[in-house]
Structure formats: structure tokens, C-alpha cells
């Protein structure tokens, strides 16, 4: 009779396959991240705010001082003296003098009278008969075609999305000026001095400076001077196009360097991936996790510890199998027993032999009961041995209740049982006691049903260092050579001659070696030489580390 173990869902070959994408969700990441801390770093760059403010207080004062020198020389050379005595400023020497003082300086000058009236603008030209020619300067032609504008058109569009840039007052050009037009040419009137910063149609800035025009302290007038910020706005636009050309050039350098980052992450990683998904598709055949242990981060140990994990699955799984084949043997002996008895029981009528026969029956069903509990004990000792809280546990107390369990319940003609300890303790050891009892008694049951009548076992205790150190002797015949690494395997079937068949299962060693491992110990078996060569019995030693 083959045992059935349980089915798994075998999964779908489509659930859960990584797919295979040109960019992946890792590398898009990367990616916005690296890009969006140089957009954040550039956009710092390209406000130049204090920048711009520097530029345009620089030209102010230059237009500053360039206005009281023309301030001064209007008021000494365009002055005249009216019937009453009162000084004024000449309409027909102020303006071809304003006109001659701003032509290389490509500035715009007007002249107000104290009253507020315009008296002279370096642009208009007064005929006679009061006829006004004025002179407009034209924008240069557009030498760049489309493209150019193109790429103004969107500079413009980056620099509105900065913070923090100013608004600033249209200028509107009037044919009737006024000085009330202008707050600093009202000023200037009063005898002080101002400045603005406009913004004209064109969206160019526009820089005003009104000073007064005074003799002998009198203000005659106000004398305006507006300029257009165009150097100032083209400096300022060359530094933001030399960032944004180091920005182009940091953009393709951070692209591929991430796409190189993200490239040294993702590929082992979708190669890991897709690798784990073979071994979840196909769990009974050996795959091949891919190799990174030569890379020293955590894709290395994740490479690592994949094939360690898959390789403790084969192992668990080659185990599976192995412990299914031994258990179907093993129970398949006492079922062949039991059916051939009940097949035998039921063709016979002699009384005598039927009860022979129930007798076997009997043996085989209390066999059967001993190594499904077993099975079931060593199936489910992983789960338990994970799950089960440590405690300290005075080794030395334990051995000695064990050694007065058998003392109490022995009788005439079994072996006696002494436990020695060698030196002081504490003999105290972390683990799970219902375990480690379970462990010392099949141990002291073999050494029972070993040793002879009138025999002798033994239980010594000591310690050394870190390690706690259990002997258990018996007066048996030992155990065969060919049987010292083969005792604790499963169903190992050597016993002692005369004992029924079927009274063990073949398990207890194989837990009890399991258990001690859980426990961070190790077991072993040696057989006992007296001094002439021969064997005199078997020893166990069980090594547990010491509680700390």
C-alpha cells in the first residue's frame, strides 16, 4: 500500500510570470527620481532672481548718474530769464541740447516744466509751426526664422513657471504726456530723486530714472530718462541658456547612468525572478538558480541564499519522497501479516488456531497503531520544534527523574539504572523539556531492551566549556559496524535477538536525533571496548549547549 501525500494546486503556467517589459517599473523609478532631483536643482539655477534685481540696480545707477550730468547741463546752459525775473528753462535750447546729450547713449530723455507740461523729448523733432516729427526706434529683424522664435517661445514659457518673478507695471505711451504719467518724474519735480522698472508690449523691460534740473537750487524742471533693459535680459537669458545647456548635457549623463544602475539591479533581478518561477512551476525538477555571489551587495547574498533555499528544497523534497517510500514499506509488512491472518482465520474451524491467529491479528493492529503514531510524531516535529517557546531546564534533575522513573517502576531480572554526575553544576540547557524527555527515554529504551538480565545502564553527566555532555552505557552486545552511521536513520530495524517483532517502530533514534539538532546539539553513537579488544555494550552521547 503506497502512501498518498496530499496535492498541491499545481499553478498555472501563466499566474505570476514576470513579464518582460523594454522599461521596467524599477528602472521608470530610478528615473524620475534621479531626473526630478536635477529638474529641482536646475529650476534653483535658472531663477536668478538676485541675479537679475543686481543687473537692473547696476543700470539704474548708471542711468542715475548719467541723468544728473544732463540735469546739470540743462540747468546751466537752457536757462533764460523772463520779463518778471523769473528763471526758466528755453524750449529752443533745452531740446536740441536734450537731443545731442542722449544721442550715444541710446536713451530716451523728456523734459517737464515745473507745472508738469512736456517741454523737450529727445524723440520728437519741433518743426515750425509746431509740426512734430518723432522718432521711433523699430525692433530688429528676426534673423532666427521660426525655430528661434520657437525656442524664445518656450524659454518664455520655462521662465513663467519660476517663483517668485515680479509683476511689473505696463508702460503705456501717451500722446499728451504728462509728468503725473510718470510717480518718479512727479518726485523729481519735487526736488527728488526716483526710479521704475516697466514692462513695454514687447515684453522687454523698461528702466526709468527722474531727476530734477535745479539753478542755484530753484527746480526748473524734471528730466526723465527711460532705456530699455534688453542687455540686461539678454545676460540674463545667455546664463540660463549656458545652465540649461549644462543641464541637457547632465540630463543624458544622468539617463544613462541610471538606465546603467537600474540595469545592474533589474536584470539579475528578473533573472532571479524568473528563475524562482521554474522552480515553482516545476518544483520536482532541479533548476538552476542563476550565479551573482561574486557581487558583493544584497542581489549577491539574494543569489545566495535563492540557491540555498533551493537547494534545502530539493533536499526536503528528495526527503518527502524517501520518507513516503520507507513508510509505504513499512506499513505494507504488518497489513500483509494482518490480511494474510483474517484470510487464514476465515478458512479455519479448529478453535485453537483461530485464537493464534487473533493473536496475531492483534500484534499487527498494535504494530500498526505504534508506527502511525510515530509517523505522525516525526511529520509533524519541525512545526512544533518552530513553534514552541525555550525554556532553561536543569538537565541533571531530569536524568535523575527519569533514572527514579525506572527504579520505581522496575521489577526482578531487568537492568538496574544509575545516573553519576562528575562535577558540580548547574547543568542547565534552553529547550523544550516534553521533547527532551521524549529524547532520554528512547535512548534508556534501548538501552533497556539491549542490556541483558541482571545488566547495568548508566547515565553520566559533565560538562566541558559551552557544552553539556550526556552519556547513556549499556551491557549489550554493542552495535554492529556496519550500523554506527546507519542507527539513526529512519526505520533502522537491527534489535536485540528475542524481542518481538514489531514492539519498535524504527523512529525513536531518528526523532531523537532531530530533536537534539533543533535544540543546537548533536548525538552519536560508539560501541563500549573493555581492555581486551571486545565490545562490552553501546554508548549514546548527546551534546546540548549550556543555558547562558
Known sequence: MALRLPRLARPRA??????????SPLTRRILYINIAALLVLVAGLLYLGRYQDNLIEAELQS???????????????????LSDGTTVLRRGAASPMLRRLVQPTRLRARLFTPEGLLLADSRA???PGSATVRVISLPPPDEGGQITRLVF???????????????LEPYVERLDLHARDFPEAVKALAGGTDSAVRIDDTGALLLSVAVPVQRFKQVLGGLLLTGQGNAIDEAVR?????????????????????????????????????AANRVRLAPGREQTIPDFAGRDDEIGA???????????????LNAIESFAADVAHEIKNPLTSLRSAVETAARIDDPAQQRQLMDIILDDVQRLDRLISDISDA??????????????IALDRLLAALGEVHRATGSDGKPEVAVTVEQPGPYRVAGIESRLVQVFQNLLSNAFSFSPAGGKVAIDLRRNGDAIIATIDDDGPGIPESGLDRVFDRFYSERPEGERFGTHSGLGLSISRQIIEAHGGRISAENRVAADGGIKGARFIVHLPAAP
Open 125 to 127: 523733432l519741433f518743426a
Open 153 to 167: 517661445d518656450i524659454y518664455e514659457w520655462i521662465v513663467s513657471l519660476l517663483p517668485g518673478r515680479r509683476v
Open 379 to 392: 511529520s509533524r516535529l519541525d512545526t512544533e520544534l518552530a513553534r514552541e517557546e525555550h525554556e532553561p
Open 14 to 23: 501563466h499566474d505570476s510570470v514576470p513579464r518582460h517589459r523594454l522599461i
Open 302 to 316: 539574494l543569489a545566495t541564499d535563492l540557491q540555498a533555499m533551493t537547494a534545502a528544497l530539493w533536499l526536503r
Open 238 to 274: 545667455e546664463v540660463r541658456f549656458d545652465i540649461l545647456k549644462v543641464f541637457g548635457l547632465a540630463l543624458a549623463v544622468t539617463v544613462l547612468l541610471s538606465l546603467y544602475l537600474a540595469g545592474s539591479i533589474v536584470r539579475p533581478l528578473r533573472l532571479l525572478a524568473a
Open 63 to 81: 542711468m542715475r548718474t548719467q541723468a544728473e550730468i544732463f540735469a546739470g547741463a540743462l540747468g546751466q546752459g537752457a536757462h533764460g530769464t
